[in-house]
C-alpha cells in the first residue's frame, strides 16, 4: 500500500497523475484482478483524502473524471483498444 501511495503522490507531484496508465501487472495471473481492485481502492481513498484536505478541488465530476482515466481510460489509449 505505501509503495502504491509513494508512486501516486510522486506522480502528482510532478503534474503527471492523470496521464498515468495505472498499475502494470502480469495480466496471465488470477492474481491480478485482486491486485488492480485494491491499487482502485487505495487511488480512490488518496485522491478523496486530498480531496478532504483541501489538497485538490472538492469536485465529484472532476475527480471521478481522474479515476476513470487513470484506472481505464489512458491504458486504452495507450494500447490502442478502441471500440
Same mark, same amino acid.
Given at each position: 500500500?505505501? !509503495? $502504491?501511495?509513494?508512486?501516486?503522490?510522486? /506522480? &502528482?507531484? /510532478?503534474?503527471? /497523475?492523470? +496521464?498515468? =496508465? !495505472? $498499475?502494470?501487472?502480469? &495480466?496471465? &495471473? %488470477? $492474481?491480478? *484482478?485482486?491486485? +488492480?481492485?485494491? %491499487?482502485?481502492? =487505495? %487511488?480512490?481513498?488518496?485522491?478523496?483524502?486530498?480531496?478532504?484536505?483541501?489538497?485538490?478541488?472538492?469536485? #465529484?465530476?472532476?475527480? &471521478?473524471?481522474? =479515476?476513470?482515466? =487513470?484506472?481505464?481510460?489512458?491504458?486504452?489509449?495507450? #494500447? !490502442? *483498444?478502441?471500440?
Amino acid at each position: 500500500k505505501e !509503495g $502504491m501511495e509513494w508512486q501516486i503522490n510522486a /506522480l &502528482s507531484n /510532478l503534474g503527471l /497523475l492523470s +496521464h498515468w =496508465v !495505472g $498499475m502494470l501487472t502480469d &495480466s496471465r &495471473s %488470477f $492474481m491480478s *484482478f485482486p491486485r +488492480h481492485e485494491y %491499487f482502485r481502492r =487505495v %487511488f480512490c481513498n488518496l485522491i478523496a483524502r486530498d480531496a478532504a484536505a483541501g489538497e485538490v478541488p472538492d469536485d #465529484f465530476e472532476l475527480l &471521478s473524471a481522474l =479515476v476513470e482515466r =487513470v484506472c481505464y481510460g489512458n491504458a486504452r489509449r495507450y #494500447f !490502442g *483498444f478502441y471500440d
